[in-house]
């Protein structure tokens, strides 16, 4: 029987870990009903409580150690898998997992990283990089990557959600869980301020110029839309022209992405170009979402055409390039404009 702890070293796949997480219980159980009380299979018991095994399995040890460290781990992680994460804090958070070995070591310094991201960010990211040396390669380093993004995106950390970014698409593009990953970095880049969010974006297409991710086209399609949603013209230009480059021959996704390209231009000196995208488009290749944004677009750059405000100054030259009868200048209407793609989700739910 392949042992649990050689299961959590590698890259398995979910089916994998939870047939071995079954077969180990039962090994487990077995054991505790034969009175096998040995260090080593209290050491299987600490690791399978850690990585979220029934707390049960560890309990009939809770008393039975001559070591006080052994003793206070053994409490902690009763209160961990128990759920009582403030007693759990206490007791583990006060324990070195340097003092164990990799596995046990690994498996504790990852959980006592998700204990300290409630109160101490900073303390937080200390325990997921030490859970990752502990443990290189691993589904633990795997599982400190991507809790790493989590924590950084909520926390607007953007150097932590950078460097935990890049080092998850260069070591686990393959694992099982990079579609979470994946989420997780499409949904936190526009939280950031747009110039910190073009610049992780390119850092990762730097390390993967050909896009990354499952689909990177589907992934840079994410970006560009919820980048329109946030107001982050920039990370949306960035966005969709790599990902205009990759979808010659998905025509679908390709109008996707012209589609969010137009919409944050409407509101810049590429009105014109930007407008004709815009017309040229057929709202029934779209979902509800695009096809309202769409309307939502098309509606503004009607309203900053039929809106002409009187040049002054160097405008007079700007204006002139583009023709027409029309003016298009910055000042509070664009300021309008730009307020109004920023905020494109309230369009959308009014389209609705």
């Known amino acids: ?94 324990i070195d997992a340097r003092r164990f070995e990799p596995v046990l070591g690994g498996h504790l310094a990852l959980v006592q990283a998700l204990l300290a991201a409630q109160t101490d960010a900073e303390r937080a990211f200390s325990y997921y990089t030490l859970a990752r040396l502990l443990l290189p390669g691993t589904l633990v380093e795997e599982a400190a990557l991507r809790q790493s993004i989590v924590l950084a995106g909520e926390k607007l950390r953007v150097q932590e959600f950078s460097k935990a970014a890049l080092s998850y698409i260069r070591r686990f593009e393959t694992s099982t869980f990079a579609a979470d990953a994946e989420a997780r970095i499409v949904g936190y880049l526009p939280r950031f301020d747009d110039a910190d969010g073009v610049a992780t974006l390119s ?16 992934l840079l ?74 309307s939502a677009s098309l509606q503004l750059a009607r309203k900053l055409h039929e809106t002409p405000k009187p040049l002054i100054g160097n405008e007079v030259a700007l204006a002139g390039k583009r023709g027409g009868d029309r003016t298009f200048v910055g000042g509070k209407r664009m300021m309008e404009a730009q307020l109004a793609i920023a905020n494109a989700d309230l369009v959308l739910k009014k389209e609705r």
């Open 1 to 94: 029987m392949r042992r649990f702890d050689e299961v959590a070293r590698t890259q398995a796949s979910s089916l994998e870990m939870a047939e071995a997480r079954e077969r180990y219980e039962a090994h487990l159980r077995e054991a505790e009903n034969l009175k096998l009380m040995s260090g080593e299979f209290l050491r299987f018991a600490e690791i399978f409580v850690l990585s979220g095994g029934s707390v049960e399995l560890i309990k009939p040890w809770k008393e039975d150690q001559f070591s006080e460290l052994e003793r206070n781990l053994i409490r902690g992680i009763i209160a961990h898998g128990s759920g009582d994460a403030n007693r759990a804090s206490s007791i583990l958070l006060s």
């Open 203 to 218: 850092q990762l297409l730097e390390a993967r110029p050909l896009g990354f991710g499952r689909c990177p086209a589907c």
């Open 221 to 294: 399609t994410d970006v560009a839309q919820r980048g329109v949603f946030s107001g982050r013209r920039s990370l949306v230009t960035l966005a969709a022209g790599k990902g205009l480059s990759l979808v010659q021959n998905d025509q679908a996704r390709k109008q996707r992405l012209l589609l969010y390209q137009a919409a944050v231009d409407i509101v810049t000196e590429k009105y014109e170009e930007a407008n004709a995208t815009l017309n040229s488009l057929d709202p029934a290749v779209f979902d509800a979402d695009d096809a309202a944004l769409l």
